[in-house]
């Protein structure tokens, strides 16, 4: 993030009042992959969202919030946060804000952060945990639903394996409604996966149209569970399939033909659970 801004406001917060500041310019350049690839920076929008990030040890890069949000004190605490932590801190007017969210009525506060992935090789999964891995994951919102779910049922993390869509785009972020910052995210290549595989101690279950197994029958246990789902169109390709201890098949009464990824996930996901997880009002 380089360049200068329109007016200085007190203390180290830049007041940007145009579309055209060049700081402004480099935060709504990150709507492209390109960007966040290059600069490894993501937008996440929302105060709540921002405060959980920095109380997990997020590093921020800068933090946006609206003009009207000035005298808010979380808000001022935010700043301050991203101030000591090298931060550039903006005050923006509404079309700034709308303009770097491309949306009509933006949330008061938007963050930058650094984006943080897991290196596959450095997983090592334990017994109880449950590991997400997602062939070719091609929705952002379906990518940002999984994470969300992973993150409720206490999954260990999401793998990421092969072309997918990018899980820092805004899309996928506002989907995980701040679960992004929960849950280790890990991203690989097909055969570095495989390879991976190859170690895992624990159970191996594959999410199949033809599954041999109901999900109910699983036999998840205690050990640790890598549970792999689908790409949207095409399913599992028969080298990951290859790979999987088992295939299970959730049973479908109508005329759907399957169930929408992250759904199918989160059915998944409360089965392999269901013993980890409190009873609800317990
Ligand atoms: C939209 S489905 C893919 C449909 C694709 N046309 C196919 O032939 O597999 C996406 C993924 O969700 C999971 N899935 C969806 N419905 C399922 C079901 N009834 N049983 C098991 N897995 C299912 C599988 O992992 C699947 O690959």
Same mark, same amino acid.
């Given at each position: 993030m380089s360049g200068g801004g329109e007016t200085r406001a007190p203390g180290r917060v830049k007041e940007v009042t145009s579309l055209a500041n060049p700081l402004v310019k480099d935060i709504r350049a990150l709507a492209l992959k390109k960007f966040r690839d290059q600069q490894r920076a993501f937008m996440a929008e929302g105060l709540k969202l921002v405060i959980d990030a920095l109380d997990a040890g997020w590093t921020i890069r800068a933090l946006v919030f609206a003009k009207n949000a000035r005298d808010n004190p979380a808000v001022q605490k935010a700043a301050a946060r991203t101030v000591a932590a090298g931060g550039l801190v903006l005050e923006a007017s509404e079309k700034v804000l709308s303009g770097i969210t491309r949306r009509d009525n933006p949330q008061m506060v938007v963050g930058v952060f650094e984006q943080r992935l897991v290196p596959l090789v450095s997983i090592r999964p334990k017994a109880g945990d449950v590991w997400v891995a997602l062939d070719r994951v091609r929705d952002p919102g379906n990518l940002g639903t999984v994470i969300r779910t992973a993150d409720a049922v206490g999954a260990a993390g999401v793998i990421l394996v092969g072309e #997918? #869509?990018?899980?820092?785009s805004i899309e996928a972020v506002r989907a995980t409604m701040g679960s992004i910052f929960a849950v280790p995210l890990a991203k690989t290549a097909v055969d570095a996966f495989l390879a991976w595989r190859r170690d895992f101690s624990g159970l191996v279950i594959g999410t199949h149209l033809k599954g041999a197994v109901d999900y109910r029958k699983g036999g998840y246990g205690e050990g640790p569970v890598l549970l792999l789902m689908g790409n949207e169109q095409q399913g599992l390709p028969d080298s990951l399939a290859a790979a999987c201890d088992r295939l299970v098949r959730i049973p479908q009464a109508g005329r759907a033909d399957s169930l929408n990824l992250a759904v199918a996930t989160g059915v998944m996901l409360y089965e392999i659970r269901r013993a980890a997880l409190p009873e609800a009002g317990s």
């Open positions: #997918t #869509t990018d899980p820092f």
